[in-house]
């Protein structure tokens, strides 16, 4: 290893250590007086919540959005990434004059419970021992998430939001916070998502998992106590969902089979094609503002998502007597979430008797679609945004 790489290491250790803790955000602390309940049995207390938020509040406290990030995403939906320096993951969608308007609506980003940006999470330092909470965490669900992000939303002061809005993991928080707080949610929409993470997904899931847990750096989720990083194991991890967020199509559009900075091929196994470079740079740069623990917690809530399961079964009586209104959006070269995941939700909410609109959007872009440059998804955001907004008085 080079003494290069050594630095890089010694800095994401510290940086990880440092957002752990004290992120470059706005914290709420919890103590013993709030302790969070969880699915897995007991409580966890203390704990904290790190968020953004964009816009004012005004003074109905009725124009409030809740912003619910993807498996990899944050806090830090529309300003600059403290760690990376890159823009926010959804500046295409949320700021100044954009479907989601900075200018007109309250926003609120906050990283989910497990996380690795300031919520509480197996980074964090556990106040039993005054070291990192590493696997001594409980695992943690997608409800248990949803019951951190109302309590944010109680300290705020807001007792209803005018909209929930997130994709892929996002989405399914927006389901769970639309079945388990029904008169907190005017507005939900749920995107590029499903009710249960299916047995392919969570195949793949497991994949990144058991290559984080055979890097000998993980040692045995204790890496954080030891200073080491299972950075190889977590990068594999990265490459092999990267695939998974991309289509055939654009895959083919973006790369093909053409090399990478040489004429011919090398015989060897370097990365000769471009895509397989582009696969290197994503696993390494996301193990610079990642932790490994975080990515199992985090994918295991995914796995365990299965709404109807809550509900005997019937996906529909996770909805019964909802009023709030639904906009589901998917993409056609998604693969993850299909089209057919969403409609099997809006099927359920129409049984219900729920208010609901559906757009399948036509991309080659595949799941990550919802993150990228889509007018036609833009269009459908702001149009559903801004009619509930009149709805409530909030324009």
């Given amino acids: 290893m080079s003494d290069n790489t050594v630095q890089r290491d010694l800095s994401a250790y510290e940086a990880a250590r440092a957002e752990a803790d004290h992120p470059h955000s706005a914290v709420v602390r919890f103590g013993a007086e709030a302790p969070l309940q969880l699915d897995a049995g007991g409580v966890l207390t203390p704990?904290?919540?790190?968020?953004?938020?964009?816009?004012?509040?005004?003074?109905?406290?009725?124009?409030?959005?809740?912003?619910?990030?993807?498996?990899?995403?944050?806090?830090?939906?529309?300003?600059?990434?403290?760690?990376?320096?890159?823009?926010g993951w959804w500046?295409?969608?949320?700021?100044?004059?954009?479907?989601?308007?900075?200018?007109?609506?309250?926003v609120i980003a906050s990283n989910v419970l497990g996380g690795c940006l300031g919520?509480?999470?197996?980074?964090?330092?556990?106040?039993?021992?005054?070291?990192?909470?590493?696997?001594?965490?409980?695992?943690?669900?997608?409800?248990?998430?949803?019951?951190?992000?109302?309590?944010?939303?109680?300290h705020l002061g807001i007792e209803k939001l005018l909209a929930v809005v997130g994709g892929s993991m996002g989405g399914m928080q927006v389901l769970q916070w639309a079945a388990s707080?029904?008169?907190?949610?005017?507005?939900?929409?749920?995107?590029?998502?499903?009710?249960?993470?299916s047995a392919q997904n969570i195949a793949f899931h497991?994949?990144?998992?058991?290559?984080?847990?055979?890097?000998?750096?993980?040692r045995g989720g204790r890496y954080l106590h030891e200073g080491t990083s299972p950075r190889r194991g977590l990068s594999v991890a990265r490459m092999a969902a990267h695939i998974t967020y991309?289509?055939?199509s654009s895959l083919h559009r973006k790369f093909g089979r053409r090399l990478q900075d040489r004429d011919g091929h090398t015989f060897s196994f370097d990365a000769d094609f471009q895509v397989e470079s582009y696969l290197r740079h994503q696993g390494e740069s996301f193990v610079d503002r990642f932790d490994a623990n975080s990515y199992l917690y985090v994918t295991r809530a995914m796995d365990y998502f299965d709404l109807a399961g809550e509900y005997e079964g019937v996906l529909a009586n996770a909805f019964k007597g909802v009023k709030t209104r639904f906009c589901l959006v998917s993409f056609t070269s998604d693969w993850l979430f299909t089209t057919a995941d969403s409609r099997a939700i809006?099927?359920?909410?129409?049984?219900?008797?729920?208010?609901?609109?559906?757009?399948?959007?036509?991309?080659?872009?595949g799941h990550d679609s919802f993150l990228l440059d889509e007018p036609e998804f833009f269009a459908i955001t702001r149009g559903f945004i801004?009619?509930?907004?009149?709805?409530?008085?909030?324009?």
């Fill in 181 to 197: 707080y029904p008169e907190r949610v005017f507005a939900a929409m749920p995107i590029a998502t499903a009710a249960r993470h």
């Fill in 246 to 248: 991309m289509s055939d």
């Fill in 346 to 365: 809006v099927h359920a909410l129409n049984a219900s008797g729920a208010q609901v609109s559906f757009a399948e959007i036509e991309s080659d872009k």
């Fill in 386 to 395: 801004d009619a509930a907004a009149r709805a409530v008085g909030a324009l």
């Fill in 206 to 218: 497991e994949v990144g998992r058991q290559a984080v847990m055979a890097d000998p750096d993980w």
């Fill in 119 to 154: 919520t509480t999470g197996p980074s964090s330092t556990n106040p039993s021992t005054g070291q990192p909470y590493g696997l001594d965490l409980p695992v943690v669900t997608i409800r248990d998430m949803v019951r951190a992000q109302a309590m944010l939303i109680d």
């Fill in 91 to 106: 500046e295409t969608l949320v700021g100044p004059g954009k479907p989601i308007d900075t200018e007109r609506f309250f």
């Fill in 47 to 87: 704990f904290q919540i790190a968020y953004q938020t964009y816009g004012t509040l005004n003074a109905a406290r009725s124009n409030a959005i809740l912003l619910c990030h993807a498996l990899s995403g944050d806090q830090h939906a529309a300003n600059v990434h403290p760690v990376t320096g890159k823009p």
